[in-house]
């Protein structure tokens, strides 16, 4: 009998990211009305587009809007298990840009482009990788892109930490 640790299929040492590749993830997540008014609670955002349906329907969309905010960390949540599942830091976030709106009821797909990855100059059993997320909508829409730089382990340093 062979037993598979989920551990090692959790993201990804420094030596296992080649620049180009992509990364489909999956499953997607239908955005239902319940997460985002959550979201908007948690996180104090109030707006009106967000919470109000009466409001919204008057807006140019006539309906609610999902937070951006939401979008952004389903996202990158959904991008941890082949991308920064590994990471020591998550180290910035950078251009993410709305391209499009996030209604309620829309399920939200998200892939992974790596970027560009180096090692640390003053430790080189650690690397940052810095990747692209787009994420798209059930119509196939690109709803959003974002950039992020996360620092991973080399495999050997990683093991030996127990990542």
């Known amino acids: 009998m062979t037993v598979h640790d ?4 959790f993201g990804r040492y420094y030596e296992q990211f080649t ?4 990364f489909k993830h999956w499953p997607g997540k ?5 997460d985002n008014d959550l979201f908007s609670l ?4 109030h707006m009106p587009l967000h919470i109000d349906k009466a ?17 952004l960390s389903l996202a990158v949540g959904m991008s941890v298990v082949e991308t920064s599942g590994k990471a020591v830091a998550a180290l910035e976030y950078e251009e993410v840009k709305h391209l499009g709106p996030t209604f309620i009821g829309d399920t ?4 992974t482009e790596i970027l560009e990855k180096r090692l640390l100059k003053s430790d080189q059993s650690r690397g940052i990788v810095r990747v692209q997320t787009t994420v798209t909508n059930q ?6 892109t974002l950039k992020r730089s ?3 382990y080399s495999e050997e340093a990683g093991r030996k930490a127990g990542v």
């Not at 620049?19 to 992509?22: L, M, N, P, Q, T």
């Open 6 to 9: 989920f551990k090692e299929r």
């Open 19 to 22: 620049v180009g590749d992509v």
């Open 30 to 34: 239908t955005i239902n009305e319940h």
């Open 42 to 45: 948690l996180t104090m955002n």
């Open 55 to 71: 409001y919204a329907e008057k807006s140019p969309h006539k309906q609610r809007l999902v937070v951006g905010l939401l979008v």
């Open 108 to 111: 939200i797909y998200a892939s």
């Open 139 to 144: 119509r196939g829409e690109k709803i959003m």
């Open 150 to 152: 996360f620092m991973v």
